[in-house]
Antibody
Framework: EVGMVESGGGLVQPGGSLRLSCAASGFTLRSYWMHWVRQAPGKGLVWVAR????????DHADSVRGRFTISRDIATSTLYLQMNSLRVEDTAVYYC??????????WGQGTLVTVSS | QSVLTQPPSASGTPGQGVTISCSGSSSNIGNDNVYWYRQIPGTAPKLLIY???QRPSGVPDRFSGSKSGTSASLAISGLRSEDEADYYC???????????FGTGTKVTVL
């Protein structure tokens, strides 16, 4: 059975860092593009980053480029999002997503990141 | 600020149909596929349409997608109460180098 569990969210001060994790089960990260998507409270969806099946390519949204980095550990089947230089506007629920646009999407339950002083 | 524009709301009575538009530009919809997501409040989104008009397994044929030029549409026929949700279009923007979501449309079943 497919499962994805995000963790690592919490309260952080502006300028701080967090690393989000997404533990995947029931499938291999090597078979899918993996993405992070976020949603600020009461707002719409925003795509954040993606990594391809073999890990050779990553793309990041303009708003996070240079501050956030998507990565993965195949051995533990875990996807990561390293978030540095956090801003108040980064406050959102962060979702780990498998196959975002491939027709076989699967979303985690999300983890809340709050950036506030 | 989203580069894909949707109407903020749409509504219909049970059994009716509604159509949601998504307006973009040559750097996104005009040059790549469009996808549609549905999000029931309090839950994670779910893909409804991929590659402009294709439905993932399990999505009923009441949902259909189309694209023309720099715009796309999602049509929902035979509205049901469970269709009340927020709907988002998505596309790859070559100029921005990433996916962009639409502004979202809240569908209400009257």
């Amino acid at each position: 059975e497919v499962g994805m569990v995000e963790s690592g969210g919490g309260l952080v001060q502006p300028g701080g860092s967090l690393r989000l994790s997404c533990a995947a089960s029931g499938f291999t990260l090597r078979s899918y593009w993996m993405h992070w998507v976020r949603q600020a409270p009461g707002k719409g969806l925003v795509w954040v980053a993606r990594m391809n099946e073999d890990g050779s390519r990553t793309d990041h949204a303009d708003s996070v480029r240079g501050r956030f980095t998507i990565s993965r550990d195949i051995a533990t089947s875990t996807l990561y999002l390293q978030m540095n230089s956090l801003r108040v506007e980064d406050t959102a629920v962060y979702y780990c997503v498998r196959d975002f646009v491939g027709g076989d999407d699967y979303w985690g339950q999300g983890t809340l990141v709050t950036v506030s002083s | 600020q989203s580069v894909l524009t949707q109407p903020p709301s749409a509504s219909g009575t049970p059994g009716q149909g509604v159509t949601i538009s998504c307006s973009g530009s040559s750097s996104n919809i005009g040059n790549d596929n469009v996808y549609w997501y549905r999000q029931i409040p309090g839950t994670a989104p779910k893909l409804l349409i991929y590659k402009n008009y294709q439905r993932p397994s399990g999505v009923p044929d009441r949902f259909s997608g189309s694209k023309s030029g720099t715009s796309a549409s999602l049509a929902i026929s035979g509205l049901r109460s469970e269709d009340e949700a927020d709907y988002y279009c998505v596309g790859w923007d070559g100029s921005l180098g990433g996916y962009v979501f639409g502004t979202g449309t809240k569908v209400t079943v009257l």
